[in-house]
């Protein structure tokens, strides 16, 4: 238990879904990112918040949405993906933004049909 | 940020040293060492990290030569809880980019 939440941890959607991961940390933390973890491929950095405000968008197809309403709850919605975005989505927060430990969520399954 | 080679497997034998090795050969003077595992299915756990001296904590030991360009990483007593993909990241601190490589996977026999 790393103190980061996710839900679903599993979720298959259509490629006309809209459909809403969520992230919540109990820590105390002022960072949050978004992850992407492919079969076979490194973790790919998606987003960064610090205290709810988007510090880094790697360059993400905007069929990603992400939403951070509040420093300890993180969204990544979900519209028209592709089969290709099948992945391991993780989150994970940190004290500050590039603090030296990021604490990680068990991650949600997404398999797009 | 500069980038990390390790070796895509190793296996350790139960209750000996599993030494984990890190090439980094290009890093500058103010990027740290860390340290990440991934058991399967869960999310990426942090272990250690390091600038230039060695560091341990109740998890593992990290040695860095003294060039920095190259460190190990040192899990005492190996338990079968210990196999997991195990990367080395070097990044500044405050640098909200961690960048994850392939990693070393980690096979620890009974």
């Known amino acids: 238990e790393t103190g980061v939440t996710q839900t679903p941890r599993h979720l298959v959607m259509g490629m006309t879904n809209k459909k809403s991961l969520k992230c919540e940390q109990h820590?105390?933390?002022?960072?949050m990112y978004w992850y992407k973890q492919s079969a076979k491929k490194p973790l790919e950095l998606m987003f960064v918040?610090?205290?709810?405000?988007?510090?880094e968008n790697n360059s993400v197809p905007s069929r990603f949405s992400p939403e951070c309403p509040n420093s300890s709850h993180l969204f990544l919605h979900l519209h028209t993906l592709q089969p290709e975005d099948s992945a391991l989505y993780l989150c994970?927060?940190?004290?500050?933004?590039?603090?030296?430990?990021?604490?990680f969520g068990p991650g949600t399954r997404l398999t797009v049909l | 940020d500069a980038k990390t080679t390790q070796p895509p497997s190793m296996d350790c034998a139960e209750g000996r040293a599993a030494n984990l090795p890190c090439n980094h050969s290009?890093?500058?003077?103010?990027?740290?060492v860390y340290w990440y595992r991934q058991i399967h299915s869960q999310g990426p756990q942090y272990i250690i990290h390091?600038?230039?001296n060695n560091e341990t904590n109740e998890m593992a030991s990290l040695i860095i030569t003294e060039d920095r360009k190259s460190s190990t990483l040192i899990l005492p007593h190996a338990t079968l809880r210990d196999t997991a993909v195990y990367y080395c990241?070097?990044?500044?601190?405050?640098?909200?980019?961690?960048?994850f490589g392939t990693g070393t996977r980690l096979t620890i026999i009974p």
């Open positions: 990241i070097v990044g500044n601190f405050g640098n909200e980019k961690l960048t």
């Open positions: 820590l105390g933390h002022n960072a």
């Open positions: 390091g600038l230039k």
């Open positions: 290009t890093i500058s003077g103010n990027e740290y």
């Open positions: 918040y610090s205290l709810e405000e988007r510090v």
């Open positions: 994970a927060s940190s004290q500050e933004v590039g603090g030296r430990e990021q604490f």
